[in-house]
């Protein structure tokens, strides 16, 4: 079973910088594709990178393509996101998710974690 917990959220200005951190605590998680997905007010939960399990393939949304990048550790059976250059319209809630690949597509399992906020001021 996998126990999601992410950190590394804050309050950023706009051109800086975080890295978010998604480790499993059911240490199973190095068996799944991840997903890091986020949600703003309003808006629905949108997915912003995946990555396979063996970390050999990635993808991104086409608003953080260039700034963000999804890696992991699976010694560490860890997630990460780093994210730079960030703007406003990327404050939201993130969360990992670990799910699979289906016809070359991200597909989100049932595991969540409980999410860290991501504030970016201009």
């Known amino acids: 079973q996998v126990h999601l917990v992410e950190s590394g959220g804050g309050s950023v200005q706009a051109g800086g910088s975080l890295r978010l951190s998604c480790a499993d605590s059911?240490?199973?998680?190095?068996?799944?594709?991840a997903g890091w997905f986020r949600q703003a007010p309003g808006k629905e939960r949108e997915l912003v990178a995946s990555?396979?399990?063996?970390?050999?393939?990635?993808d991104y949304a086409d608003s953080v393509k260039g700034r963000f990048t999804i890696a992991r550790d699976n010694a560490k059976n860890t997630v990460y996101l780093y994210m730079n250059s960030l703007k406003p319209e990327d404050t939201a809630v993130y969360y990992c998710?670990?799910?699979?690949?289906?016809?070359?597509?991200?597909?989100?399992?049932?595991?969540w974690g409980q999410g860290t906020q991501v504030t970016v001021s201009s």
């Open positions: 998710n670990a799910g699979g690949y289906f016809g070359g597509y991200y597909h989100g399992g049932d595991s």
């Open positions: 059911g240490r199973t998680f190095s068996t799944f594709a």
């Open positions: 990555i396979t399990w063996r970390g050999g393939a990635t």
